[in-house]
């Protein structure tokens, strides 16, 4: 039925070729041009290989015992909830985000959207079924061509680059106006949810937010609204990056979750009460985000560039504190509705998998409710003055997760530990990197 409702599909938009998309660990797509009548005809393959990459290209010295080391293939099973047309293309294209299977046919425990359903068949097996409503951070940047150059923010319509601090801004929105115009054109092409565009407090820093809705279609589209703002930038001259902290002086970008809790069958808010009061569920989500957040960091916080994020005075959490209405927390009950009581992640970094940040948000709260585990005291005050007690760094963060076992239970252990492989692999190529910093303030001083 799936195949016969994209063939249909293929045919009605006169598509010629398919972009055949798999997310990879880091969430870059990686796949396959395939022409439309081949593509309707034949099965599509992959070497499993490609999960286990690192954002280097490299492979982990244990690479042959996370995949068999012929380097064999798997099978990809387009979903055709994910059928996108590609509004750039020159000619009719479509976009397929597919699942992979190993060749007995079971979901691949390494690929990144499998890890996502992994949990999210946690909930359903509750009769629960999660709610989420993202919200992505950017930077719009000045071409940058040699890495050893800062990044800079990009001229705007007049003329000159954006000074200081421009939070909530509509004229700095405005200085970018014909790229925000085609992304929305792009979006609604794409059928994309977004909701609101604001300029956050960087330099050409903007945010998009997201309509609420099914946690895996969710981050499907942030997976491909990644992919759309970057065509969108480049057509215009100029980088979207979603990298947690690409310039020294100003703040990170983040991937906020918004996660709320429905009852299957009723569609009724599982943290609330029929008097509209919480729901001990909800305390225990927040326990369980408390008691897990710390192995879960990894996954919120991939790269080495994510860990800049988490320092004094750059409007990042730093510690596992939670509160009502308080941004200064990790954790923030929004002022909503009963039926919309909700809990806002601020940890995730905007470099973050969209797939793995919120299946481990959803798998701590899963966790905090089955254990029933309570949360502290919420946070009155400015959590910002409190001591930092999130990892520092991507090697601790892996540690972390490693003594996590129910966290790497509900997430998958074979790939909890492909994860920390080539994370780990990652660390250490940065790690042989001397800075700039480094020339400066050593060379001649120690």
């Known amino acids: 039925m799936s195949m016969e409702k994209i063939r249909d599909w293929l045919r009605e938009k006169r598509i010629t070729e398919v972009e055949c998309l798999v997310p990879d660990m880091t969430g870059k797509a990686r796949g396959k041009f395939i022409p439309a009548d081949k593509f309707i005809k034949e099965d599509s393959r992959l070497p499993e290989s490609i999960l286990v990459q690192t954002v280097t290209g490299d492979y982990t010295d244990i690479h042959d015992e996370l995949v068999n080391p012929m380097d064999t293939d798997m099978t990809l099973l387009p979903d055709s909830n994910t059928m996108r047309l590609v509004p750039w293309a020159e000619d009719p294209t479509g976009q397929i985000i597919h699942d992979c299977h190993t060749r007995q046919g079971e979901p691949h425990p390494l690929a990144s959207r499998n890890v996502l359903k992994r949990v999210l068949a946690l909930y359903e097996a509750e009769g629960w079924k999660p709610v989420v409503a993202p919200e992505v951070e950017f930077y719009l940047v000045q071409k940058n061509i040699d890495p050893d150059y800062e990044l800079e923010p990009p001229i705007g319509r007049s003329g000159r680059r954006e000074a200081g601090r421009q939070s909530y801004s509509i004229d700095a929105a405005n200085e970018f106006d014909p790229i925000i115009e085609d992304m929305y054109d792009f979006c609604e092409a794409q059928e994309l949810d977004v909701d609101t565009l604001i300029h956050e407090s960087g330099l050409a820093q903007m945010e998009i937010n997201f309509l609420h809705g099914d946690a895996l279609d969710l981050a499907d589209q942030v997976f491909v609204f990644k992919r759309t703002m970057r065509e969108t930038a480049l057509r215009h001259g100029i980088y979207a990056t979603f990298m947690a902290k690409p310039m020294e002086r100003e703040p ?16 009724e808010n599982i943290f609330t009460n029929e008097d509209g009061s919480e729901h001990e569920r909800f305390r225990h989500f927040i326990g369980g985000m408390q008691k897990y957040t710390p192995g879960a960091i990894a996954f919120y916080a ?11 005075d750059i409007a990042a959490p730093v510690n596992l504190n939670w509160g009502y209405e308080n941004r200064t927390t990790g954790l923030r009950v929004p002022d909503s509705g009963p039926q919309a009581r909700r809990l806002e992640n601020r940890f995730p970094g905007v470099d973050a998998n969209p797939y793995l940040a919120i299946a481990a948000s ?36 892996l540690a972390l997760l490693e003594e996590s076992e129910d966290l790497k239970n509900a997430m998958g252990n074979r790939f909890a530990r492909a994860y920390a492989a080539v994370k780990r692999e990652e660390f250490e190529a940065f790690n042989k990197v001397i800075s700039s910093w480094e020339r400066e303030y050593l060379l001649l001083n120690v």
Do not use: W
């Open 362 to 397: 959803l798998a701590c709260g899963y966790l905090g409710m089955k254990k029933k585990i309570d949360p502290s005291e919420p946070h009155g005050g400015d959590a910002f003055l409190e001591p930092i007690t999130v990892a520092r760094n991507l090697q601790a963060a």
């Open 302 to 312: 991939p790269s080495v560039n994510s860990y800049r994020r988490f320092a004094p």
């Open 252 to 267: 990170g970008s983040a991937l906020h979750i918004h996660q709320s809790i429905v009852d299957a069958k009723t569609g």
